[in-house]
């Protein structure tokens, strides 16, 4: 079986026609002196490249080498004591790198922080797991779904796509519906390969209907015997609806009860 390759780059289509229409961005704010934020900002020190509030939190960004030492000092000196999100954001055609979050949470001042950081594809991120044990998960997703290596850590497998999956789905070139691999997966697990003939590819678009298909799909008000041939056209079978508390719809031009019966 040939592995899909992304034919074109999804990042650079344009999603929207007006050429003058600029996508409003998040305001950005000045970190307040005298305020917890600052005092963060001042714990934190030379390690955060660029710093400011946004929604009402702190957001850092540093270098992805300095990852383990800045969220332990945010833990250990500023009191953000849970890591409630950790994820990725795959950037990799538009600046050929990954962006790479840890939302944490301070309960005591009811304080939230962002630490953002990039690397680029094939660098390895280091392991936050000794400091928060919410990351154990985070991280085996990060890997599955994007395919961004994690060092140390104590069990970094596939946790949500099977072990001997081909792709990683959170990536923006893989396709929404599955690539080829994903069409005959389980198939060849459920069935073996020699079935490919008799059932044929997975269909992974939900949204999809063939008006053909007399199988799977409900012809409501066109039903036919299962497997038959409609290529010529279907006959309607009129459709009778019972007799309800207050309208009589087995009328052909409906009634109106009076009362309950």
Request: with cysteine; aromatic share 12%.
């Amino acid at each position: 079986m040939r592995k899909y390759t992304p034919k074109d780059n999804v990042q650079k289509h344009s999603y929207y026609t007006d050429r003058f229409w600029v996508a409003p961005r998040v305001p950005r704010e000045a970190v307040a002196e005298g305020s917890h934020f600052a005092s963060v900002v001042e714990a934190i020190g030379t390690q955060a490249k660029e710093c400011y509030i946004e929604v009402g939190q702190l957001v850092l960004q540093i270098e992805s080498t300095e990852n383990f030492a800045v969220l332990q000092t945010l833990k250990e000196q500023c009191g953000y004591t849970q890591c409630s999100e950790q994820s990725a954001v795959d950037y990799l055609a538009q600046d050929g790198e990954f962006e790479l979050f840890y939302q944490l949470l301070n309960i005591t001042e009811a304080k939230r922080v962002r630490v953002v950081c990039r690397i680029k594809e094939g660098e390895a991120i280091e392991s936050v797991v000794p400091l928060f044990k919410s990351a154990n998960f985070a991280e085996r997703e990060i890997f599955d779904m994007f395919g961004i290596k994690v060092n140390n850590h104590p069990f970094l497998k596939r946790i949500i796509m099977p072990d001997d999956w081909e792709g990683h789905p959170l990536l923006k070139t893989y396709p929404m519906i599955g690539d080829e691999f994903a069409s005959w997966y389980e198939v060849d697990k459920i069935f073996g390969k020699e079935y490919r003939d008799v059932i044929g590819p997975e269909n992974r678009d939900q949204s999809r209907i063939d008006r053909y298909d007399t199988k799977r799909f409900s012809r409501v008000g066109y039903e036919v015997p299962f497997g038959a041939d409609i290529s010529e056209g279907e006959k309607e079978n009129p459709i009778a609806y019972s007799e309800t508390v207050l309208v009589d719809y087995t009328q052909e031009s409906g009634k109106q009860l009076d009362e309950r019966r």
